[in-house]
């Protein structure tokens, strides 16, 4: 059976397959030698994640993912007393939400290379400019969300995919090494431009690489269409399939 | 389990979830509700197909795919005597071939819906251009495939679709209404553009709503963030997973 790559997470991942999206990149990169899996769902948190957990890893499988992106955060980082409060998760029950989804994927398969991925960064203005798009005046007078919250729980997701052993991307940071980040990655002050996107892929495939995960070391599932002889194609597919 | 769309064809399938690839548009569409699985060989005609079949849709599946695209044709189409002769695929064979691939399939799932989607147009002048990028004055002067006698297997494609009862997408005939289609859906005179993916896209997602596969009319896979009470999460969870 095709080896599986999982992206697990809120609506980041689930419109990771839009137009430039990141998880289309990946897709795309494995090609022919593992089916990269869309788990995203738009909205959710730690807390909720939890609850999909064993659905979606079901922990008696023949044939865990050997390897899942974990890209919670945006939502746990809304805060409490504003529009978005129903979101909102402690940052402390973030780490041990964080640290609870591992756990489970650890013992589902010991191999499986895991990747923390932190919220990206906020941009308060761009946020705004959205809601009054969409409410006009009626819009949130306060943020719902501070890219300074939002840097806690990305030191938060990195320091525990430290304590625990996996690897992150720290994308809030990465983000903004760049000029003009806010609209360059941003399309809403929060979800990501195909720009934005691009940088997700290129961190992931960047770690994937460094696991031992490298699409271009992996083998084709079939003959490549050169290898076969139009004579006898027979003798291609022996050797490769049988 | 999660239900599989499986799509099966040549490169034009292999890179379909490139930058604003059908592939990836399908799999954005289904997000949720059905998982998107690429099964693209890039150079592979009907015959070479063949080899795979049993091994990509094996006949004792416990989940069969929901829908499979079979989208094969523009290299059994390339010209006997020319410079891809060995990928030349006689039309009665062409046609052989894909019976053979649909009834392996009804054999798997009796209700899969199955779409047979024929090449797209070739614009000669678009692989000449091409070949002389990379092969300069050597590039060949004759044409290696020619859009009338890719027309011929687009037509057997159809036909053969019709006579054994299952859909088909005629991209052939459909990409040729549109003035300028040469350079507009196709990047190198054969694969394509953004919007020609587009309208492989349409196409495809067109049949499925009349095969009753709409992704509106499917189940979300969890609860919509929307309908969890953050106080009270257990709530949309067990009606809904459990």
């Keep these: 059976m095709r080896r599986q790559v999982v992206l697990f997470g809120d609506s980041i991942t689930e419109q990771s397959f839009r137009q ?66 129903r979101q909102h998760v402690p940052i402390e029950d973030y780490k041990q939400n964080l640290r609870k989804i591992v756990l489970h ?31 006009g005046e009626n819009a949130m007078k306060f943020p719902e969300r501070t890219n300074e919250v939002t840097g806690q729980y990305a030191s938060a997701c990195v320091e525990t995919a430290k304590e625990i052993g996996v690897f992150s991307v720290d994308l809030w940071s990465k983000m903004q090494e760049t000029d003009g980040w806010q609209k360059k990655f941003l399309s809403d002050g929060l979800h990501l431009t195909p720009d934005g996107n691009a940088i997700v892929y290129q ?3 960047k770690i994937f690489n460094e696991a031992g995960l490298s699409a271009d070391n992996m083998p084709l599932d079939f003959p490549h269409h050169s290898e076969i002889d139009a004579k006898n194609p027979e003798g291609a597919f022996q050797q490769k399939c049988f």
Tied chains: 1, 2.
């Design 20 to 85: 430039g999206g990141w998880g289309a990149a990946l897709a795309n990169a494995y090609s022919r030698k593992a089916d990269v899996v869309l788990r995203g769902y738009g909205g959710y948190n730690t807390k909720w994640a939890l609850f999909l957990l064993h659905h979606i890893f079901p922990p008696d499988s023949a044939r865990p993912p050997i390897a899942t992106t974990i890209f919670f955060g945006a939502n746990d980082a809304a805060l409490s007393g504003r529009t978005s409060e």
């Design 105 to 135: 994927l650890k013992e589902c398969s010991p191999t499986m290379q895991i990747v923390l991925i932190t919220p990206p960064p906020v941009c308060e203005e761009g946020r705004h400019a959205y809601a009054k798009s969409l409410y």
């Design 203 to 205: 961190e992931v495939i």
